[in-house]
T-cell receptor, first 113, second 111 residues
Framework: DAGVIQSPRHEVTEMGQEVTLRCKPI?????LFWYRQTMMRGLELLIYFNNNVPIDDSGMPEDRFSAKMPNASFSTLKIQPSEPRDSAVYFCASSFYASGELFFGEGSRLTVL | ELKVEQNPLFLSMQEGKNYTIYCNYS?????LYWYRQDPGKSLESLFVLLSNGAVKQEGRLMASLDTKARLSTLHITAAVHDLSATYFCAVDGGGADGLTFGKGTHLIIQP
């Protein structure tokens, strides 16, 4: 299996621009998670889906962030408009079930200037 | 709310020494995971501990779980530089909330 696939791996954008991060989970996994990692705040859970349905989005920082999972093999995390404080590494992870072993993608490193 | 605490958060040690990283959690759980993260890389699953008394070993690393004490340990034997990384524990709180991660232990092993 190819593992969890994220794109882009690196994104540099200017403040105010829209950013879309993409994730393809491992086939057969029912749960998908978006995390954000920074030096200051560590690893933060933003949102997770179970069977394509958002279960907990309490970690989403504010209305500028949105996430979708239109089908079992694709999810997006969108930031609009982006701000410099959104600069971080965004990880997508998937698992067979919500509390199972997580498999992480390589991450998308976002820099907002 | 499940809380997961790791200590130490930062550890610098010499090659050849033994040391233990601790992971305490606040509510009952019998599922705990350890992950490794190298600088600039993703998190890689190391151990899956699914019951009280579970012990897993891989090379110089050994992880154990004591659900009654709500404690997991990651023991490093005769450390080598290649083990330098950040180690996270993650706990299943039993609900539909997914895993709760500790803050990570940044481990530096010096020659």
């Amino acid at each position: 299996d190819a593992g969890v696939i994220q794109s882009p791996r690196h994104e540099v954008t200017e403040m105010g621009q829209e950013v879309t991060l993409r994730c393809k989970p491992i086939s057969g996994h029912n749960s998908l998670f978006w995390y954000r990692q920074t030096m200051m705040r560590g690893l933060e859970l933003l949102i997770y889906f179970n069977n394509n349905v958002p279960i907990d989005d309490s970690g989403m920082p504010e209305d500028r962030f949105s996430a979708k999972m239109p089908n079992a093999s694709f999810s997006t995390l969108k930031i609009q408009p982006s701000e410099p404080r959104d600069s971080a590494v965004y990880f997508c992870a998937s698992s067979f079930y919500a509390s199972g072993e997580l498999f992480f993608g390589e991450g998308s490193r976002l820099t907002v200037l | 709310e499940l809380k997961v605490e790791q200590n130490p958060l930062f550890l610098s040690m010499q090659e050849g020494k033994n040391y233990t990283i601790y992971c305490n959690y606040s509510t009952t759980s019998d599922r705990l995971y350890w992950y490794r993260q190298d600088p600039g890389k993703s998190l890689e699953s190391l151990f899956v501990l699914l019951s009280n008394g579970a012990v897993k070993q891989e090379g110089r690393l050994m992880a154990s779980l004591d659900t009654k004490a709500r404690l997991s340990t990651l023991h490093i034997t005769a450390a080598v530089h290649d083990l330098s990384a950040t180690y996270f524990c993650a706990v299943d709180g039993g609900g539909a909330d997914g895993l709760t991660f500790g803050k990570g232990t940044h481990l530096i092993i010096q020659p």
